[in-house]
Nanobody, 127 residues
Framework: QVRLLESGGGLVQAGDSLRLSCAAS????????VGWFRQAPGKERAFVAA????????NYGDSVKGRFTITRDNVANTVYLHANNLKPEDTAVYYC????????????????????WGQGTQVTVSS
């Protein structure tokens, strides 16, 4: 069983950058697509970014395109979300998720495809 642990969140000001990390343990995760999602208070979990198993393709939510970048290091068993030019509306708990049912495939935008989730890391952006 793969376990995911997010880190790197915090309180920042608008315009700042953060790098969120998602470390996998338990067994190698290099064959699975990975997604990042976020959930703000009172809102549904929203798609942020996803990457395929070998870093050849990535998808982004419209609200983060051009500001966020998803990367992965399969040797280190870690996926990163580089968040630049943060805005107050980016405030949320950020979750990484693994799609272990569809190895060797691309990352999907719906959370229903992901079966393994981390506990989340809080990102708060002040104006």
């Amino acid at each position: 069983q793969v376990r995911l642990l997010e880190s790197g969140g915090g309180l920042v000001q608008a315009g700042d950058s953060l790098r969120l990390s998602c470390a996998a343990s338990g067994r190698p995760f290099g064959t699975y697509p990975v997604g990042w999602f976020r959930q703000a208070p009172g809102k549904e979990r929203a798609f942020v970014a996803a990457i395929d198993w070998r870093s050849t393709s990535a998808n982004y939510g419209d609200s983060v395109k051009g500001r966020f970048t998803i990367t992965r290091d399969n040797v280190a068993n870690t996926v990163y979300l580089h968040a630049n030019n943060l805005k107050p509306e980016d405030t949320a708990v950020y979750y990484c998720a693994l799609d272990t049912l569809r190895p060797y495939s691309g990352g999907r935008t719906s959370p229903t495809y992901y079966d393994t989730w981390g506990q989340g890391t809080q990102v708060t952006v002040s104006s």
